[in-house]
């Protein structure tokens, strides 16, 4: 599914916060992030591509901040002047092909809640039936109207944009009424079709209009999904007032005022407000704007008629510059000095550069500032300063896991941007390992055994040991990382706060690494069970569906599994087998052997059988629907729970077809055997065999994980030399590198 968002339109609305050249769609909330920025990062884990649809006067600041989502695939697509949603959209569907999603959202809106992620997939669902599916919110006091959506079911049986106060105040009580959010989720067939009937003119004659008016008031082809969440459109000072709350506590005393409101952005100015009634006043670092409440809007006005180069300036800019390391605000600035105040986001980092004419000086207020000069690595505490002289090669760094808060004090004959002078270098780049050696989480569960430990000398705390999850970020149960800077830290720990630097463009959503890898040990059978899509999965149990990959690392004669029925059932004689414990007569059986692989799509019903040893490649998730447990006992004498209805909503009911999902032939390539076990759009899985040396190239697509099965090695990149052996888990970073591997072994390397 790809994004559009729409992050065009004027920025005065909210003026002096938001200006003409800085719209309120990138204006910093309490968060840290924009509104902006949250929109990407509220749709990354359902859509994988963007488009930004923004005016030509913002793309750089669209730019900027979408440096912070390094390798996400987007596209900005400009316009010269606002002409309404309409036409944007237009150009996005005939860019698109007619198969794709698209999820349709203003940049303006703050969503937040667990309902949303319930909306989008339901909303997916009526989506495939050919719906234009709306988003309806319930919210009180809606601060614009995108419009009203009657609905029945959900079905929509009236859309009508932008209605009037009096009409909305009348709607509004009705149960069967929401107020459209202003997302749109549909096929762009649905987009196509609908443009073709009710607006063919746009295809010759670019008309300024918004997609309410073009097609939604029009189509007999809508449907509605409630979005139960926080929802509000920022779109005058009352919204804005009721998400900043640090904005209204910082520097204001009011006395005895009434219906009164003071947002003050300023650090270093204090606003009393004295017997006021029905007043806004909003205090910038370079400007301030008081008026009436009923006539807030009267800025643009205001602006039209007192436009002179002399006003420009506060009007079109903010002393507030917004980068993807953190910000600069200018306090004062004379002819031959400026002072700004810096502030240098936990794990960021300016450019290297220098300046010709101008000196330097920062003074650290909070945090721990690190200067990288010639000469070495400085680290200035809260309290000290350093001073950087003209022509000095330099880069400004926070490496700390909090924000750093100092002031810079420019001097000199040239203070403007134009005096400096970049190194060419990849500003995000934080000096970090290649190679990361893995401790596993163990399980107990009561079907393992001792393999685990007595084969690869695990250390794992239990009498028995079911599996050794190698590569997991999961919250059941993480890696730690072994060894360096990073010694016991859990794995998820440490992708939360290097996560893109270190996964890879295509690992899109850093609060969900993708993969999980784990050896199983099933002394005893496992249960019969089923795993959910990813659709279920995040309705049901917020994380990812579990499509996943077994490796038979090995066997005993006559060992077996099962996969998926043989043959086609229905639901009514699944649920009669269950109740009568005889749900293995439908299933396929299916012998194997070490060297063996077998996927096991989403909801495939499955079981691994006992004798067999596994190595098991995964969707990071820890979702499961047993469907059948031989009425076995845990060690408190209870049968472990079933989750029949679950199991049912996700089965797949025809008969197992055999797919090999990527499956080849090994080759010989010079002495290392090679054969890829797996390819899908989860993860790819390629085994090794070594007997002298191999070399990998890696790339800035994907991390690198490498189990080994059996031997002795050792892994080389750039400087660093570890040793491995069999059952040893490693991480290798993204990034354009060399991995060799010298010994005799084999192993797995797995990325996406």
């Known amino acids: ?179 459209n959010s202003g997302m749109l989720l549909c096929s762009n067939e649905f987009l196509r079709k609908e443009f073709k009937e009710h607006t063919p003119h746009l295809r010759k004659t670019i008309e300024r209009i918004h997609v309410e008016k073009a097609i939604l008031e029009h189509s007999k082809n809508l449907a509605v999904v409630p979005l139960r969440c926080k929802w509000c459109d920022i779109s005058n000072f009352d919204t804005y007032e009721s998400l900043a709350q640090e904005k209204q506590d910082q520097n204001v005393i009011s006395y005895a005022c009434e219906n009164t409101s003071v947002i003050n952005t300023t650090s270093h100015q204090l606003v009393v ?266 309705v049901n149990e917020n994380e990812f569906g579990k499509n996943e990959m077994w490796y038979i690392m090995d066997a005993e004669p006559g060992a077996y599994l099962y996969c998926g029925f043989s043959r086609d059932v229905s639901k009514e004689e699944i649920q009669k087998h269950i109740e009568n414990h005889t749900i293995t007569e439908v299933l396929n059986r299916v012998e194997v052997q070490k060297g063996d692989v077998i996927f096991i799509p989403a909801g495939t019903i499955h079981a691994i059988g006992k004798g067999l040893l596994i190595c098991e490649i995964q969707q990071n998730s820890n979702s499961t629907y047993r469907v059948y447990d031989y009425e076995r006992m845990d060690t408190e004498g209870k049968c472990r729970p079933l989750h029949i209805e679950k199991a049912l909503d996700v089965l797949s009911l025809e008969k197992y077809q055999l797919d090999a999902y990527g499956l080849e032939e090994p080759v010989k390539e010079g002495s290392t055997t090679i054969q890829k076990l797996c390819l899908c759009k989860y993860f790819e899985c390629t085994k090794y065999d070594v007997e002298e040396e191999i070399m990998i190239y890696m790339d800035d697509a994907s991390f690198g994980s490498i189990v080994f099965l059996s031997g002795e090695a050792n892994i080389i990149c750039q400087e660093e030399n570890v040793e491995a052996k069999a059952g040893d888990s490693f991480f290798i970073s993204a990034g354009r590198k060399v991995l060799t591997i010298q010994g005799v072994c084999e192993f797995i390397l797995t990325n996406i």
């Not at 005016?55 to 900005?76: L, S």
């Not at 000290?384 to 880069?395: A, G, M």
């Open 273 to 538: 407000t004295n017997h006021l009634k029905n007043v806004y006043v909003i205090n910038t670092n370079d400007a301030i704007y008081i008026t009436d409440k009923s006539c807030e809007q009267d800025i643009k006005g205001i602006m039209a008629l007192e436009s002179t180069d002399k006003y420009n300036d506060y009007f079109d800019v903010t002393p507030m510059v917004y980068r993807p390391w953190g910000t600069r605000e200018v306090i004062s600035q004379e002819h031959g000095y400026r002072v700004r105040k810096l502030h240098v986001y936990a794990g960021k980092s300016l450019s290297k550069h220098s300046h010709s004419k101008r000196n330097e000086n920062y003074s650290v207020v909070k945090g721990i500032l690190s200067v990288e000069l010639e000469d070495g690595i400085h680290e200035i505490h809260a309290g000290e300063s350093i001073n950087i002289l003209p022509k000095t090669l330099h880069r400004i760094y926070n490496e700390t896991s909090e924000d750093v808060v100092a002031i810079e004090v420019d001097t000199g004959a040239e203070i403007d941007e134009q005096d400096m002078i970049h190194l060419d270098e990849d500003i995000e780049k934080t000096e970090l390992p290649n190679i990361y050696r893995l401790e596993p989480a163990y399980k107990d569960y009561l079907w393992g055994g001792n393999r685990l430990v007595d084969v690869f000398h695990e250390n794992s705390p239990y009498d028995v040991t079911a599996e050794s999850w190698k590569l997991s970020a999961h919250k059941d149960g993480q890696s730690r990382i072994v060894g360096g800077e990073f010694d016991h830290t859990y794995f998820g720990d440490f992708l939360r706060e290097y996560g893109s630097k270190v996964c890879g463009w295509k690992n899109q959503s850093e609060e969900r690494f993708p993969i999980l890898i784990k050896f199983i040990d099933a002394t005893n059978p496992l249960s019969v069970q089923v795993h959910p899509f990813d659709d279920y999965a995040f």
């Open 1 to 179: 599914m790809k994004c559009v968002i729409l992050a065009g339109g004027f920025g005065d609305r909210l003026w002096p916060l938001s200006r003409k050249k800085f719209p309120k769609q990138f204006l910093t909330m309490d968060s840290g992030n924009s509104l902006f920025q949250d929109t990407i990062t509220r749709n990354m884990p359902y859509c994988d591509g963007f488009y930004i649809v923004t005016n030509t006067a913002y793309q750089e600041i669209v730019e900027g901040q979408m440096k912070q989502f390094q390798g996400i695939k987007y596209e900005v697509l400009l316009e010269q002047e606002a002409m309404g949603t309409a036409p944007a959209l237009y150009a996005v569907s005939r860019m698109l092909p007619k198969e794709e999603e698209l999820l349709i959202s203003p940049a303006d809106l703050f969503v937040h809640g667990d309902g949303y992620m319930y909306a989008i997939y339901k909303a997916k669902e009526l989506s495939a039936k050919g719906k234009g599916v709306l988003f309806g919110t319930r919210a009180e006091e809606p601060s614009t109207i995108y419009g009203y959506i009657r609905y029945k079911g959900n079905e929509v049986i009236r859309f009508i944009e932008k209605p009037s106060l009096s009409l909305a105040e009348r709607i509004f009580s009705d149960d069967d009424i929401y107020w």
